[in-house]
């Protein structure tokens, strides 16, 4: 299966009209964060690295039809400046005492020798040495095609290779949304293949998987995050971010919604995934707190209870408590949801030919 030519066209052109206003700043950005862990509730710290940005994005394909991140990236990083940051972050915000998940992430793929120098990972690899005991999970974002044997030995030789967590962006398990809706760049079998790949090194396999991409229902969305859960489950993939759309500036996707062709997915949707889910897979470690939740350009409902939804959402991610998820307060909005499912489910054209 190939890429959509005209379609990236489209994409790139948005791209393109956007990169004027790209960052310049090369600056790390790091903080600390409630995070679940396998093992139960811990801290994270996350870091933002400050690299060229997507390679993905930077090609003529334009990238996703859905990710602005790119505009947040300088165009010419400094790693001698990110290093020196990196350490003094690192040392200033983690306490020995305490159980972490470090999440490395850089608006790409850190795996991508592009945007992070193999060198520049193993510098990375050897600061968080002294703190392996207080590190439980070590989580790096990647494109599937990064996720090399090289790679893999790499961070083997440098790290304990059993608290990586490789967290790859499917978006969904159809062929044809990856294709025609997110022009992700590839495909199920790409992730697939990933995934076999770091089993076989004793890493682990996180999947983000999209709610609500372009062009799919919300009643379709929710089938396609059902089916795409199956799929990864299936090859022993035990994490799995439902991650609700946000508007991203300069991206095709905010096109659409200023044009009023597109609306945010609902909180109630997200409810009702993750208690889906939950009963489906009991053992399926479900991450779900929406970017811009409650805003207009995210997941929102009618503005009444959307904080109280959001902050249950996070609630369950950190306690994997489904129940937590059955006490919402009750609100006239739902039955809106309940009718605007309806309605999608009944014109649903079936684009993208979902059969579950």
Known sequence: MKINPSFSSIIYSYRQS????????????AWVEDHRLRTGPAKAIVF??????????????????????????PQKPDFSEMLSDFSSKLSSLIDPSLSY??????????????????????????????????IKELVLESRPSYVTEEKLTLLRDHFDIAKVEIAIGLESANNAILRDSINKGFFWEDFERATKRVFSFGAKIKAYLLFKPPFVSEFDSILDIFNSVKQVVSLGVDTVSINAINIQR??????????????????????????????????????????????????HNCGSCDSAIVQAL????????????????SCPCKLEWKSY????KLNNNDFFSLSF
């Not at 592009?114 to 990375?124: C, N």
């Not at 096109?255 to 897979?281: A, D, G, M």
């Not at 499912?341 to 999608?344: K, Q, R």
């Open 18 to 29: 956007a990169l004027s206003k790209r960052s310049t700043s090369r600056r790390l950005v």
């Open 48 to 73: 933002i690295l400050p690299t060229r940005g997507c390679s993905w994005a930077l090609s003529r394909s334009g990238g996703c039809s859905i990710c602005g991140y790119l505009y947040d990236n």
């Open 101 to 134: 998940s470090i999440k490395l992430f850089t608006s790409g793929s850190i795996l991508d020798s592009l945007e992070v120098p193999k060198q520049v990972l193993i510098s990375i690899l050897h600061e968080l040495q002294p703190y392996s005991s207080s």
């Open 250 to 299: 300069g991206t095709y996707l905010s096109s659409l919604f200023e044009k009023n062709f597109y609306r945010p997915p609902y909180l109630w949707s997200l409810v009702h995934i993750c208690q889906e889910l939950s009963t489906l897979y009991p053992n399926l470690r479900i991450i779900c707190d929406p970017v811009a939740g409650g805003k207009k350009r995210g997941a």
């Open 314 to 329: 996070k609630d369950f991610t950190l306690s994997q408590d489904p129940s937590i998820l059955q006490d919402l307060p």
């Open 341 to 344: 499912l309806l309605h999608s």
